[in-house]
């Protein structure tokens, strides 16, 4: 039997406006407390201890939740347009992984919010011979407020082709230094510093943070959705498939990379200070692997007062830089934060 031909959503069939159906998801302690577990963080203040069971205070949710709570779901918008995705083709799979996302956030999400999430194509732009489309994805509470909004890219056509695989995985014989870490589970967590805007100065090293990647945590992160299909397949889960495309090996998702950066921030920095106008841009540089050493460091790039037109008469705007190096001392991602600072 013949195959009919796939309306396949490729670049050259993407155009900016088109967009997916909308999202309805309740947060629950139980997701908020399950997102946290993936994403590696101790922080209590994102789960019940034993003597806070009974406490009427609703869990807040970490800022990075904002992409499974109002996930891009670049297949749905695919669809609804009558397109079929190329993560979803029968003819053509193949998957058009992260690139960069810029998250901006206005106010809390919580245990007990329902968030509605939208999606659309924003632009779509070709650079050094790759092709690379933009969405966007707004998530509002149920009280019509914005509670973030994210700028999300993805690589649909990769100029150089496959990239090459680091030497201490494609090689077995190739020596070990001596010096070179254990790979740890999970992330070690240093004691939190939190600064205020009067002590910052620029230059000042943010606290850092180190994780280590694992397979069952890309699983659980993979498993672990609020909307959208499940797809047990992909460049994060599956080998074989991700051989045959840009990082010929299973990675995990820039999503969960964000996630780090976002724990790494509080330790430095007070939880208020990412809401009413803070944001983070990040852009993947080296796939972060199975096994890898990730340490993310990061130092204060500006510091200025508020506005005279803002609300605020107290505090102001920091900016920092995070970079987050492998064992190996590949820059794995570059990210650019922006914190609102209470006086």
Excluded at 116 to 134: A, C, P
Excluded at 175 to 189: C, F, I, K, L
Aim: with cysteine; proline share 6%; charged share 20%.
């Amino acid at each position: 039997m013949a195959i009919p031909d796939e309306n396949l959503w490729d670049y050259d069939a993407v155009t900016a406006g088109q967009a997916g159906t909308t999202t309805v998801v309740e947060l629950t302690e139980e997701n908020i407390a399950m997102y946290v577990e993936i994403a590696q963080n101790p922080d209590p203040r994102y789960q019940r201890s034993g003597s806070e069971q009974h406490s009427t205070r609703p869990l807040v949710a970490m800022p990075t939740m904002v992409l499974t709570y109002a996930p891009l779901l670049r297949e749905n918008i695919a669809e609804n347009c009558g397109f079929v995705a190329l993560e979803e083709s029968t003819m053509a799979r193949r998957q058009t992984p992260f690139a960069k996302c810029e998250i901006r956030w206005h106010r809390l999400a919580e245990a007990g919010d329902t968030i509605t999430g939208s999606r659309r194509v924003l632009e779509k732009y070709e650079r050094r011979g790759s092709r690379f489309v933009t969405f966007g994805v707004s998530a509002v509470n149920q009280s019509e407020q914005l509670v973030a909004e994210y700028d999300y890219t993805c690589i649909f056509e990769y100029a150089k082709g496959q990239r090459q695989m680091p030497q201490d995985q494609t090689d077995s014989t190739s020596p070990v230094s001596d010096n070179a870490p254990e790979p740890m589970p999970g992330a070690q967590t240093p004691q939190p510093r939190l600064l205020t805007f009067g002590d910052i100065a620029v230059g000042d090293q943010l606290v850092s943070l180190t994780v280590t990647e694992s397979e069952e945590i890309i699983l659980k992160k993979n498993d672990f959705r609020l909307a959208g299909k499940h797809r047990a397949s992909n460049i994060h889960t599956d080998e074989e498939f991700a051989k045959q495309n840009i990082f010929g090996e299973a990675v995990n998702s820039g999503p969960a990379t964000m996630s780090y950066v976002d724990q790494m921030l509080q330790l430095s920095f007070p939880l208020e200070a990412f809401y009413g106008g803070g944001s983070l841009l990040m852009r993947a540089i080296t796939p972060f692997r199975t096994t890898d050493i990730v340490t993310f460091e990061g130092e204060i790039t500006e510091k200025r007062p508020h506005s005279p037109d803002s609300p605020l008469s107290q505090g102001g705007v920091v900016s920092c830089r995070v970079k987050g190096l492998n064992q190996r001392g590949d820059l794995v991602c570059l990210a650019d934060a922006t914190m609102v600072m209470p006086g």
